[in-house]
């Protein structure tokens, strides 16, 4: 899909700096893609992902994170048919 889209790829932070945040998500795995997303400044972290969608996660101090269809809809316009259409899809 990615491929369809502008993006850049960033590098994964250090296992030090990774170490130095041990409870910035309660998901160990995700700190790194949490710390890639704020050293570069994201406007926006699109995911289902429960532990960064949890409103009270405290990563949310530091990323603006936002459900896939709320992106879809607010920023690229999308109308609720064309929403519909996507519900449910499986993207492999």
């Known amino acids: 899909m990615l491929g369809f ?3 850049e ?4 932070p250090s296992k030090e700096e990774v170490k130095r945040y ?17 050293n570069v400044q994201v406007d ?9 969608t949890d409103p ?5 101090e530091y990323l603006n994170i936002i459900l896939p269809g709320t992106f879809l809809r607010e920023h690229m316009g999308w ?4 929403l519909e259409e996507i519900r ?5």
């Open 5 to 7: 889209c502008e993006y």
């Open 9 to 12: 790829q960033v590098p994964n």
């Open 22 to 38: 041990p409870h910035l998500i309660c998901d160990p795995n995700d700190i790194p893609v949490a710390l890639s997303a704020i």
């Open 44 to 52: 926006y972290l699109v995911t289902r992902d429960k532990d960064f």
């Open 56 to 60: 009270d996660a405290s990563i949310h």
């Open 79 to 82: 109308a609720s048919k064309q």
């Open 88 to 92: 449910g899809r499986n993207w492999d």
